[in-house]
Structure formats: structure tokens, C-alpha cells
């Protein structure tokens, strides 16, 4: 009986407390850092105490922004993000930033001034002022959606000077970016783009950029510059631009012109 008795408080014991389960081990928590967050502020509403400041070529009377870790490349490599600045002569009246698709084309396009005349007073760029932290607001909304790498500033080029042939070369990460000028005229883009891996074989040719680059002939003499680069995604990113001329001779706007090279 003693034994039966003793039985039956094991199996009550075993029913109401089974054995733990063992404790798997914890794998270790992966950190992913993300890049510098890019953002545009307002950072100065006036440019100074006289009225004559809003004569002033450089302003025109509006605001002025400060852009941080801007131009930079989304971290899946599809989008680029870029500033376009006013250059104070009519050519680009208006700033913004600029989300480029690496395929082609604008994704976005964030204007940071109010279209119509610009303010004559500080009176009236005092009253727009709810409006400029609006589209700098829309601006950064976007930019937060996703997460940015910034791209780096480009490397020092080695520049070969061949008989028939000018040869910029751009080391990046594992990458080079080697750029051909047939006719050796700086302000003019280059005839051929190549990007080479490690071992020196081409991943990406565009061989024409003479003509794809170029844009329609104005009184300004247009320049190309390569602005920021990355081995990973791989992007390069070039301007066409104003270059000699400096005023607005033909009154014609020409906006920014932007081209990816992607690898």
C-alpha cells in the first residue's frame, strides 16, 4: 500500500511540473548602421540689414539653406539624391533637391521656394516664411522614407595626356572610372566612359557621351565635372554645368543636368 501511495505522488508531481525544456542558445543580435541621415534646413531667413541686399545677384531676395550629407545614394542603390542650388543670374531660379532615379529620369522633385515673384522686401520674405519651412518639411519627409549612403567626394584623378586622346582615370574602392576626350576641350563632356574592375576589365562602357552628355548651344559655354562617387552601390555621379560666361547673356534658364553611371 505504502508503495502504491508513493507511486501515485510521483506521477502527480511529474504531471504537474514537466521538466524545462532546454534553453537554446542566443544568437547574437545583428546592428546595422545607417548612413548619415541627409536633410535640408532653412538657415537664414534675411541676408542683412539693408534693403539693398535684396539686389543682390547672389539671393534675389530669398532664403538661404544649409544641406547636410547630400549628394547620397539610397542603400538599395536605386535612387540618387541631389542639391540643386540657384546661381543667383536667372540661369536656375530655383533650389531644391532632386531625387534621381539611377534608371532614368526624376523620382522626386522638392522646390524650396514658392513659385511666383520673389519677395521685394523682408516684409515679404518674412511672410512666406511658414511656406519655406513647409517645402523644406516635404523635403525631409522624403529623405526620411528610406536609408541614404552619402557619396564620397571624388579621389584625385590621374590625367593622361596622349597625342590624339586626353585620359582621366578615378580610382573608387575596387573600381576605376576612366573617362576619354577625344578632342582635349575641357568645358566639352567626354567621348567615351568606361568603369574597370580589379582586374581591369570593362563592367560598364557608355561610348556616347559626346553626344548624350552635350547640351543645346547658348552664349555660357557649358562644363562637366564628376561631384560624388561610391564603389558600393556603385554610382558616379557627374554635373553638366555653366561654366564660362557667368551672366545670364541669352536670358535663357538652364536648369542643373545630372548623369549616373552605374556599376
Request: with cysteine.
Amino acid at each position: 500500500m505504502r508503495a502504491v501511495l508513493i507511486a501515485m505522488l510521483m506521477t502527480s508531481c511529474w504531471q504537474g511540473a514537466p521538466p524545462a525544456a532546454p534553453i537554446a542558445p542566443t544568437a547574437p543580435a545583428v546592428t546595422v548602421t545607417p548612413g548619415p541621415q541627409p536633410h535640408v534646413r532653412l538657415a537664414s531667413l534675411f541676408h542683412g540689414d539693408h534693403a539693398d541686399d535684396f539686389d543682390n545677384q547672389s539671393f534675389e531676395g530669398w532664403p538661404e539653406y544649409a544641406y547636410a550629407n547630400l549628394p547620397a545614394i539610397s542603400a538599395d542603390g536605386s535612387l540618387v539624391a541631389v542639391v540643386e542650388e540657384r546661381d543667383g543670374w536667372g540661369h536656375r531660379p530655383v533650389p531644391g533637391i532632386r531625387i534621381l532615379a539611377v534608371r532614368g529620369g526624376t523620382h522626386a522633385w522638392f522646390p524650396l521656394v514658392p513659385p511666383g515673384k520673389r519677395p521685394d522686401s523682408q516684409a515679404d520674405e518674412a511672410a512666406l516664411h511658414s511656406t519655406f519651412v513647409s517645402l523644406v518639411s516635404a523635403a525631409n519627409r522624403e529623405l526620411a522614407k528610406r536609408r541614404w549612403l552619402p557619396l564620397e567626394t571624388p579621389p584625385v584623378a590621374t590625367v593622361d595626356e596622349l597625342a590624339t586622346d586626353r585620359v582621366v582615370t578615378w580610382p573608387i574602392g575596387t573600381h576605376r572610372l576612366v573617362s576619354h576626350k577625344a578632342n582635349r576641350d575641357e568645358p566639352q563632356p567626354p567621348t567615351r566612359i568606361a568603369v574597370l574592375d580589379r582586374t581591369g576589365a570593362e563592367v560598364v562602357t557608355i561610348s556616347d557621351t559626346a553626344t548624350r552628355w552635350s547640351l543645346p548651344a547658348t552664349c555660357n559655354l557649358t562644363s562637366w565635372k564628376l561631384v560624388g562617387v561610391r564603389d558600393a552601390p556603385g554610382i558616379a555621379l557627374f554635373q553638366l554645368e555653366l561654366g564660362m560666361g557667368g551672366h545670364n547673356c541669352d536670358g535663357v534658364v538652364q536648369p542643373h543636368d545630372w548623369r549616373l553611371v552605374a556599376f
